[in-house]
């Protein structure tokens, strides 16, 4: 038949060719694959196609960690049974609490990558009982609403460390730190670094080993008072994610 | 040579399939070309047909011969086993430079042939095409229909796990379709405002015509019978289209002519924020204050959701129309927020949220 072609003339009606608005289902959500999580969701109310293909199973799943059952296992006590991925990823992008409450794990939404934040209750810290020295305050300026304050000290040693089943990748370690009291006056933030002294005399240093032998040693001396730093001890990287890998860190301002 | 139903092959000769596309046309094709086709492959193993003009394979309706023959030059490349990788992603990369409504057409067709590589090359390139943009641009991109009701907009989320935010924004959403039933309850009385006026005006020409004296007093009378009737109303409907209005998914009809007959319409008692029907069914019995404590989390998160996305303000909720009346009074001023690391979950899985209509 001659007339093969006909429908590929620029006098075509629009209905006449499948446009994205035709896609199926599943070719949307094979697009959706691509997007960041973000995105997905903020398609959701394009149209019907955009919305059912948002919800897809597949599509949630190639975001989630490899191995994120093994993560919910260490993370969640109980976790619900017949969530759909899109639920599970939801909730673990929330700060969950492991560890009775010392650290807190979390996916970031965007990229899917497994974050995880130690409070100063869970590290080993240099006479961290005596008043003498260190005392606990609340704040608003902690996720874990308390850090742990140094009066005075010749010097200490925190330790830490956290055994997790970390997806495979590059995973980067920081302190972080503050020089000085913050507080609020008239609602607005000051910092009292009135006796902040003797940090400039010898740098801090930062070490971090894992399980599996890798290591790292940073040094830097803290010198900005008034602001919260986060000190970069270094990287490990996580190869086999069914392995839990477990992290030491310490860092020692002699 | 007789054209039996299994033609004979010559060894010498190059192996042909046959395929028939939906307009009828039918093409032949290299076997090894059309084999690449996990579905065209199937179909000659399973069924034996292909192998002459009269047993065609039947190609699925999305593949019409143009975009057949885009993909077949897509096989015919990457069917020979001995290209570099370096080749194949050259090919493709500038295999998928078309316009949109080609890609729409390719990704249809390769989806329905089951050509998974280039499935996942055209997807990418649409991906990358609606990544950054905003919905309204892409339905212009791609011309999509938004076929989307409000009310299926605002559907309340499932909240399997509880998640307090995720309450928070469904109570919105309930909140939001009740302010959308009241436009469109208010749509209809101004329709109804006639048989008002025009019952008033009878019943002034009757005391006229009837007793004289009293007409002024008749008057004043009415009307203050009518405003009482006002404050008690909108409460009774809302609950009422409240209560229609969980059934999951079913969307009320909004349109139905509502039983304010005497409703003279009056801003401050219909869009009061502090509505005391709020979610009929997700917080029975609660009282007053609380519900008041309720309805300012959930105004506060509702800011905080449109601080986030400062561009959703024209979305789905500007339904912005050009009452005369006040509009709604949430607390209109759109100061951004300070966002904490903490607020993670500030994005839900439909939709965000426009800011509530400021005072025009």
Same mark, same amino acid.
């Given at each position: 038949m001659g007339s093969s072609f006909s429908f590929f003339t620029d006098t075509a009606p629009v209905s006449s060719y499948p446009s994205l608005g035709d896609l199926p289902e599943s070719c949307v959500a094979s697009v959706l694959v691509y997007l960041d999580p973000p995105e997905i969701c903020r398609l959701a109310i394009l149209n019907r196609a955009f919305r059912g293909a948002s919800s897809a199973d597949f599509v949630w799943e190639s975001k989630l960690p490899l191995n994120y059952g093994s993560v919910i296992k260490r993370v969640f006590d109980d976790f619900p049974e017949k969530l759909c991925k899109r639920d599970i990823y939801a909730r673990l992008c929330r700060p969950n609490s492991i560890d009775g409450g010392t650290k807190k794990v979390w996916l =970031?939404?965007?990229?899917g990558v497994i974050c995880l934040s130690i409070s100063s209750n869970g590290l080993a810290i240099t006479?961290? =009982? =005596?008043r003498r020295y260190w005392r606990r305050i609340t704040t608003e300026e902690s996720r874990f609403c308390s850090v742990a304050y140094l009066q005075q000290i010749w010097w200490f040693e925190v330790d830490g460390e956290v055994e997790f089943p970390f997806p495979s990748g590059t995973y980067s370690l920081f302190f972080r730190l503050q020089l000085g009291r913050a507080g609020k006056r008239f609602g607005r933030r000051v910092c009292n670094s009135e006796h902040v002294h003797g940090w400039d005399k010898k740098p801090v240093q930062f070490q971090l080993s894992t399980s599996d032998g890798q290591k790292a040693i940073s040094q830097c001396s803290l010198n900005d008072p008034g602001k919260w730093i986060h000190h970069h001890v270094g990287d490990f990287v996580v190869e086999n994610p069914s392995a839990t890998t477990k992290i030491k860190f310490f860092n020692d301002p002699d | 040579m007789s054209e039996g139903p299994m033609a004979i092959v010559k060894p010498e000769m190059k192996s042909y399939i046959w395929l028939q596309t939906a307009d009828g046309s039918i093409q032949q094709v290299e076997e090894e070309v059309a084999m690449f086709c996990p579905m065209i492959c199937r179909e000659v193993l399973q069924t034996g047909m292909g192998s002459s003009k009269n047993y065609a394979i039947s190609l699925p309706q999305r593949v019409n011969p143009a975009i057949l023959g885009l993909i077949l030059d897509y096989c015919r490349f990457h069917q020979v086993p001995g290209r570099s990788n370096k080749e194949r992603k050259t090919f493709d990369e500038k295999f998928i430079r078309l316009d949109t409504k080609k890609l729409c057409e390719l990704t249809s067709a390769a989806d329905s042939l089951q050509l998974r590589p280039l499935v996942d090359l055209t997807s990418r390139a649409l991906a990358r095409m609606i990544e950054g943009k905003t919905p309204e641009e892409i339905r212009e991109t791609f011309h999509l229909? &938004? &076929? #989307?009701t409000e009310e299926e907009k605002l559907e309340p989320l499932r909240n399997m796990t509880d998640d307090p935010r995720i309450r928070l924004l469904n109570r919105l959403y309930a909140r939001k379709r009740k302010e959308l039933k009241d436009r469109e309850k208010m749509k209809n009385i101004e329709i109804e405002e006639e048989h008002v006026d025009e019952r008033s005006v009878d019943d002034l020409l009757s005391y006229i015509n009837g007793g004289d004296g009293d007409s002024k007093g008749g008057r004043a009378n009415k009307n203050k019978k009518k405003n009482r009737r006002k404050k008690d109303q909108p409460r009774n409907s809302s609950s009422n289209y409240e209560n229609g209005n969980h059934k999951n998914g079913e969307v009320d009809d909004v349109s139905s002519p509502s039983k304010?007959?005497?409703?003279?319409?009056?801003a401050s008692a219909i869009f009061s924020p502090k509505l005391d029907f709020d979610d009929g069914d997700i917080d029975d019995e609660l009282d007053p204050a609380m519900k008041e404590e309720l309805d300012r989390e959930v105004e506060d998160f509702a800011r905080r959701l449109n601080s986030v996305w400062p561009?959703? *303000?024209?979305?789905? #909720?500007?339904?912005?129309?050009?009452?005369? #009346?006040?509009?709604?009074? *949430?607390?209109g001023n759109g100061s951004l927020q300070r966002c904490t690391?903490?607020? #993670?979950?500030?994005?839900?899985?439909t939709t965000p949220l426009t800011h509530p209509r400021r005072a025009k």
């Amino acid at each position: 038949m001659g007339s093969s072609f006909s429908f590929f003339t620029d006098t075509a009606p629009v209905s006449s060719y499948p446009s994205l608005g035709d896609l199926p289902e599943s070719c949307v959500a094979s697009v959706l694959v691509y997007l960041d999580p973000p995105e997905i969701c903020r398609l959701a109310i394009l149209n019907r196609a955009f919305r059912g293909a948002s919800s897809a199973d597949f599509v949630w799943e190639s975001k989630l960690p490899l191995n994120y059952g093994s993560v919910i296992k260490r993370v969640f006590d109980d976790f619900p049974e017949k969530l759909c991925k899109r639920d599970i990823y939801a909730r673990l992008c929330r700060p969950n609490s492991i560890d009775g409450g010392t650290k807190k794990v979390w996916l =970031d939404k965007t990229t899917g990558v497994i974050c995880l934040s130690i409070s100063s209750n869970g590290l080993a810290i240099t006479r961290i =009982d =005596d008043r003498r020295y260190w005392r606990r305050i609340t704040t608003e300026e902690s996720r874990f609403c308390s850090v742990a304050y140094l009066q005075q000290i010749w010097w200490f040693e925190v330790d830490g460390e956290v055994e997790f089943p970390f997806p495979s990748g590059t995973y980067s370690l920081f302190f972080r730190l503050q020089l000085g009291r913050a507080g609020k006056r008239f609602g607005r933030r000051v910092c009292n670094s009135e006796h902040v002294h003797g940090w400039d005399k010898k740098p801090v240093q930062f070490q971090l080993s894992t399980s599996d032998g890798q290591k790292a040693i940073s040094q830097c001396s803290l010198n900005d008072p008034g602001k919260w730093i986060h000190h970069h001890v270094g990287d490990f990287v996580v190869e086999n994610p069914s392995a839990t890998t477990k992290i030491k860190f310490f860092n020692d301002p002699d | 040579m007789s054209e039996g139903p299994m033609a004979i092959v010559k060894p010498e000769m190059k192996s042909y399939i046959w395929l028939q596309t939906a307009d009828g046309s039918i093409q032949q094709v290299e076997e090894e070309v059309a084999m690449f086709c996990p579905m065209i492959c199937r179909e000659v193993l399973q069924t034996g047909m292909g192998s002459s003009k009269n047993y065609a394979i039947s190609l699925p309706q999305r593949v019409n011969p143009a975009i057949l023959g885009l993909i077949l030059d897509y096989c015919r490349f990457h069917q020979v086993p001995g290209r570099s990788n370096k080749e194949r992603k050259t090919f493709d990369e500038k295999f998928i430079r078309l316009d949109t409504k080609k890609l729409c057409e390719l990704t249809s067709a390769a989806d329905s042939l089951q050509l998974r590589p280039l499935v996942d090359l055209t997807s990418r390139a649409l991906a990358r095409m609606i990544e950054g943009k905003t919905p309204e641009e892409i339905r212009e991109t791609f011309h999509l229909p &938004d &076929d #989307l009701t409000e009310e299926e907009k605002l559907e309340p989320l499932r909240n399997m796990t509880d998640d307090p935010r995720i309450r928070l924004l469904n109570r919105l959403y309930a909140r939001k379709r009740k302010e959308l039933k009241d436009r469109e309850k208010m749509k209809n009385i101004e329709i109804e405002e006639e048989h008002v006026d025009e019952r008033s005006v009878d019943d002034l020409l009757s005391y006229i015509n009837g007793g004289d004296g009293d007409s002024k007093g008749g008057r004043a009378n009415k009307n203050k019978k009518k405003n009482r009737r006002k404050k008690d109303q909108p409460r009774n409907s809302s609950s009422n289209y409240e209560n229609g209005n969980h059934k999951n998914g079913e969307v009320d009809d909004v349109s139905s002519p509502s039983k304010f007959s005497k409703f003279q319409a009056s801003a401050s008692a219909i869009f009061s924020p502090k509505l005391d029907f709020d979610d009929g069914d997700i917080d029975d019995e609660l009282d007053p204050a609380m519900k008041e404590e309720l309805d300012r989390e959930v105004e506060d998160f509702a800011r905080r959701l449109n601080s986030v996305w400062p561009e959703r *303000m024209h979305d789905i #909720l500007s339904l912005g129309q050009e009452r005369r #009346l006040a509009p709604i009074s *949430m607390n209109g001023n759109g100061s951004l927020q300070r966002c904490t690391g903490d607020e #993670l979950a500030d994005w839900q899985f439909t939709t965000p949220l426009t800011h509530p209509r400021r005072a025009k």
